[in-house]
C-alpha cells in the first residue's frame, strides 16, 4: 500500500468521497480481473481496487474521528449522515466483487500469496452480506448515532462543575466517601434522566437486528454476529464454557479482592461507589498534564524496544491523538486508522485518574500494531484480526510497560500496579455479565423494558455477588447494564475483552520469566494482523485456548501470586 505524506491530523485535507466515481471505476477494474490472462494482470487490477477502497475509507474515518471530536460540530454530524446513506452506493459491487474471487481460476495463487486464511473469510462473508439489509443497516445506523448523541451530551452540574458521564468517575476514586457517594448517586440520576430515550433506542436497535438475521436465514441475531463477529473457529457454546470457568476460578478470587479492598478502606460494607477506591489513601494519580503524560509514554516507548521507538515518534510527530474530554465529545476511547496514510489514532476522554495512562498503552496497544500491519500486509482486509485477538495487542501493551510506570506514578508506582493487575482481574466477571445479558436479550427479543432488567440483575448476582447500589433504585433495579455503549453499538463484542485479557495476562506471566521471549511472541502476533484464523494467531503466540477450563484455573492461580507480590510492595 502506498503511503501518503501529511504533516498533522488536523491539516488532513478532508474530501467527501465519491461513491459512483469509485463504483464506476471498481467495476471497470473488476473487468480487467475477469479478462485478465494471467494472475500477475488479476492481481494488479484488483490491488488497484484496493487503492480506491482505501482512499474511501480514510476519508470515512477522518470524517468519524472529527465528528467523535466534537458530536456539535454541524458540518462533521451532516457528513456522517450522509456517508452512513452513501455508502450503501458500493453494497452490491462489493458482493459481486466478493462473488468474483471465490470463483476464481486463480485461487492457488491467491492462497500462496496472501494465505488461505483470506478466501475462507470472504466465504463467511458472503453469507452476512446481501442487499436484502442494506436498509435495516442504514436505520441501525441512524440509531446508532442517535444514542451516541444522547449518550455524549448528557450533561450536569457537579461540585459547580458543568461534567458529562466520565467528569463524573473521577469523583468516585475520591477520598471522601461522601463524595464518591454523591458523584455516583448523579451518576445514577444522569443516566434516569436518559434512560426511557435508551431504551426507546434499544428496542429499536433489537427489532432491526433480529430483522437482518431473519432476512439472512439465520435461526438467531447471535447465530448472525458469530459470523460477523469472526468466530469461525468456536461457537456460543463454547463462549458459555468459559463463562462458567470464570465463574468458577475468577469470581472466588474477586471476592478474596474486594475483601481485601473492604479492609484497607476500614468499611464495614463495600458499596459499588467504595469499587474503584483500592487505597484508604488514594489511588496512584498520574503526574503532568495531557502533553507531559504524552512526553513520558514517549520515554517509554523509546525504551520498550526498537519498534516502539519508530512507532510512538511517528504518532506524536503527526499529532494522531485527541486525550482530552471536553464539551459534546463522544464517549469512551477508542483507536482507528487512516490507511491512506498509514497512520493510527487514539481518542479517549482524560479524567486525571490512572485511566489516562491506560489509554497511553492500551489504545497504544491497537495502534501499535496496525501501524506495523499497514506497513507489512499488502491486503487491507487482513490488517487487522477479530476483536478477541486485537483485544491482546492492546492488553499485553498494558502489563508489559508495568516496569515504566515510575515515570508517570514516581513514588506511587506500585500502588499503579497493584490496582491495575486487580482491576485486569475484577474487571472479568462484568465483561462476562455483558455477554450473557446480550445472549439471553436475543434469546428472547421481545423482553419489555423491566424484564431487561430483571435478567440484568439475575446475572450480576451470579458474576458479581459482591455488588452493592447501597439502595439506589435505579440501578440496583437492574438498570446497570445500559451504561455499556458497546450493548448499543457493537453487539457480541464484548467478551472478547475477557478472552484476550486471559491471553495477555499468558504473555505477561510469560514476560517475568523472560521478556525476550514474550516480547518475541507478542510482536509475531502483531505482525501476523488476520492473516490467520483465531486458533492459529494463538499459536503463533503460543497462546493457550481461554475456552480450556484448565487454562483458566492456571492464570487465576499464578496471577493471585503476583497479585500477593505487588501488594507487598506497597508501602
Request: glycine share 4%.
Amino acid at each position: 500500500m502506498e503511503n501518503k505524506e501529511f504533516t498533522k491530523f488536523s491539516e488532513i485535507e478532508y474530501v467527501r468521497p465519491n461513491f459512483k466515481e469509485a463504483k464506476k471505476k471498481i467495476q471497470g477494474y473488476m473487468k480487467e480481473m475477469n479478462q485478465a490472462s494471467n494472475y500477475k494482470e488479476y492481481k494488479e487490477a484488483y490491488q488497484k481496487i484496493e487503492s480506491i477502497l482505501l482512499d474511501v475509507f480514510s476519508m470515512t474515518s477522518i470524517s468519524s474521528i472529527r465528528n467523535t471530536i466534537n458530536m456539535n460540530d454541524e458540518f462533521y454530524d451532516k457528513e456522517e449522515e450522509y456517508l452512513n446513506k452513501a455508502s450503501a452506493v458500493l453494497a452490491l459491487t462489493m458482493l459481486k466483487l466478493q462473488k468474483m474471487l471465490l470463483k476464481t481460476k486463480f485461487k492457488k495463487e491467491i492462497d500462496s500469496d496472501f494465505g488461505p486464511f483470506l478466501l475462507k473469510q470472504l466465504e463467511y462473508s458472503k453469507k452476512v452480506s446481501s442487499p436484502k439489509i442494506i436498509l435495516l443497516s442504514i436505520q441501525e445506523g441512524k440509531l446508532s448515532k442517535e444514542y451516541s448523541k444522547i449518550a455524549a451530551t448528557a450533561k450536569t452540574n457537579f461540585m459547580g462543575e458543568d461534567v458529562n458521564f466520565y467528569g463524573l468517575l473521577k469523583h468516585l476514586q475520591a477520598l471522601d466517601r461522601e463524595e464518591r457517594k454523591n458523584a455516583f448517586l448523579e451518576y445514577s440520576k444522569l443516566y434516569k434522566s436518559i434512560s426511557d430515550k435508551l431504551d426507546d433506542v434499544y428496542t429499536k436497535l433489537i427489532a432491526i437486528r433480529c430483522k437482518e438475521a431473519k432476512r439472512l436465514k439465520f435461526k438467531s441475531y447471535t447465530d448472525y454476529q458469530y459470523i460477523v463477529r469472526g468466530r469461525y473457529d468456536y461457537n456460543k457454546d463454547d463462549v458459555a464454557k468459559f463463562r462458567e470457568s470464570v465463574r468458577k476460578y475468577i469470581v472466588p478470587l474477586c471476592e478474596k479482592l474486594y475483601e481485601e479492598q473492604k479492609k484497607e478502606l476500614g468499611l464495614e460494607k463495600l458499596y459499588f461507589y467504595d469499587e474503584d477506591l483500592t487505597f484508604k489513601d488514594g489511588n496512584a494519580i498520574p503526574y503532568g498534564n495531557k502533553d507531559e503524560l504524552v512526553e513520558k509514554a514517549k520515554e517509554m516507548y523509546s525504551s520498550l524496544s526498537n519498534e516502539t521507538k519508530e512507532f510512538f515518534e511517528f504518532m506524536t510527530e503527526h499529532e494522531l491523538f485527541d486525550l482530552e474530554t471536553k464539551e459534546g465529545k463522544h464517549m469512551g476511547g477508542y483507536c482507528t486508522f487512516i490507511p491512506s496514510y498509514k497512520a493510527p489514532f487514539i481518542f479517549s476522554n482524560f479524567n486525571g485518574t490512572s485511566d489516562d495512562v491506560d489509554v497511553l498503552t492500551h489504545e497504544a496497544g491497537h495502534a501499535f500494531q496496525g501501524y506495523l500491519a499497514l506497513r507489512s500486509i499488502n491486503n487491507m482486509n487482513q490488517i487487522a484480526s477479530t476483536s478477541e485477538i486485537n483485544e491482546i495487542h492492546s492488553m499485553t501493551m498494558e502489563h508489559f510497560t508495568y516496569p515504566y510506570m515510575d515515570k508517570f506514578f514516581k513514588e506511587n508506582k506500585d500502588k499503579y500496579l497493584y490496582h491495575h493487575l486487580t482491576n485486569a482481574i475484577k474487571t472479568i466477571p462484568y465483561l462476562v455479565c455483558v455477554d450473557e445479558f446480550q445472549h439471553k436479550i436475543f434469546e428472547n427479543p421481545k423482553m419489555t423494558n423491566e424484564e431487561r432488567r430483571n435478567v440484568w440483575k439475575k446475572i450480576e448476582n451470579t458474576y458479581m455477588p459482591w455488588r452493592d447500589y447501597d439502595n439506589d433504585g435505579f440501578f440496583s433495579d437492574g438498570a446497570y447494564w445500559m451504561i455499556k455503549q458497546h450493548i448499543f453499538l457493537y453487539p457480541f463484542y464484548y467478551i472478547d475483552y475477557a478472552l484476550a485479557e486471559i491471553c495477555a495476562l499468558q504473555l505477561f506471566l510469560r514476560g517475568k520469566e523472560d521478556f525476550s521471549l514474550a516480547w518475541n511472541d507478542y510482536l509475531n502476533l502483531c505482525k501476523a494482523g488476520g492473516t490467520k484464523g483465531y486458533f492459529d494467531l494463538l499459536k503463533v503466540a503460543n497462546l493457550d485456548l481461554p475456552f480450556d477450563e484448565k487454562t483458566i484455573e492456571a492464570v487465576a492461580s499464578k496471577v493471585e501470586v503476583v497479585i500477593n507480590e505487588f501488594r507487598a510492595n506497597v508501602k
